[in-house]
């Protein structure tokens, strides 16, 4: 179960990484990259990253985990934590499984609006 402090520290790391994503980090690879979620261990010392990427998103960890250093020190300058998470980069791959149910369920319906394709025939 998460707790009220891990939904606080989580969104806060979002709203900041994001930040420092956008506004500190020069990365040619961060271009386009955007934090979907953080999820935080009980204990507050690992931060579980999504990271979504309009280019190459493989290459936008890598760039992520090059700047881990630059980050965290950036995070424990703005945030009150006793402890900076470790950070730990995954790719967010909710866009391309949403993607896939869509096109699953355009398939259904066009297959329900042919003509001689009844479904309810048994």
Do not use: C, W
């Not at 935080?40 to 979504?52: E, G, N, T």
């Not at 990427?53 to 703005?78: C, D, P, T, W, Y």
């Amino acid at each position: 179960m998460v707790t009220r402090r891990q939904k606080q520290v989580s969104s806060l790391i979002q709203k900041e990484l994001g930040d420092l994503v956008e506004k500190k980090v020069s990365d040619p690879r961060l271009d386009f990259v955007t934090i979907t979620a953080v999820e935080i261990s009980p204990d507050l010392r690992q931060a579980h990253i999504y990271v979504s990427a309009l280019r190459n998103q493989q290459e936008a960890i890598e760039g992520l985990k090059h700047a881990v250093s630059f980050l965290r020190r950036e995070l424990a300058s703005r945030l009150a934590l006793r402890y900076v998470p470790e950070l730990i980069f995954y790719p967010d791959t909710s866009m391309q499984r949403g993607e896939r149910i869509f096109q699953l369920l355009e398939e259904i319906e066009e297959t329900q609006e042919k003509p001689g394709l009844n479904v309810s025939d048994g």
